[in-house]
């Protein structure tokens, strides 16, 4: 059975930091992009940041750039969302995801994300 199961969400006052983790389990994402989404109360899921299969390329959307990092760890089969800066709008459940196959880019559409973790609550007050 795979898993993504992330941790390391909670509430942080403007400005402040958090660093998330995604851990697979029941299988290996080594060869596959991995990504971070959102979604805030009453909109859709949004692409965050993803990281290709090696961690040669990342990508972040615009409204993190300068402020998030993606990373990934295969041998430890986790991905990490380092948050600085961070800002209320940024508040919302944070979903990691794993390619449903290998691409060799990082994908921005949901569609292509076969597997989902349940989801952080990050909450930043002002």
């Known amino acids: 059975q795979v898993q993504l199961v992330e941790s390391g969400g909670g509430l942080v006052q403007a400005g402040g930091s958090l660093r998330l983790s995604c851990a697979a389990s029941g299988r290996t994402f080594s060869s596959n992009a991995m990504a971070w989404f959102r979604q805030a109360p009453g909109k859709e899921r949004e692409f965050v940041s993803g990281i290709t299969w090696s961690g040669g390329s990342t990508t972040l959307a615009d409204s993190v750039e300068g402020r998030f990092t993606i990373s990934r760890d295969n041998a430890k089969n986790t991905v990490y969302l380092q948050m600085n800066s961070l800002k209320p709008e940024d508040t919302a459940v944070y979903y990691c995801?794993?390619?449903?196959?290998?691409?060799?880019?990082?994908?921005?559409?949901?569609?292509?994300?076969?597997?989902w973790g349940q989801g952080t609550q990050v909450t930043v007050s002002s």
């Open positions: 995801a794993a390619a449903s196959a290998w691409t060799g880019y990082v994908p921005r559409r949901r569609s292509l994300y076969g597997y």
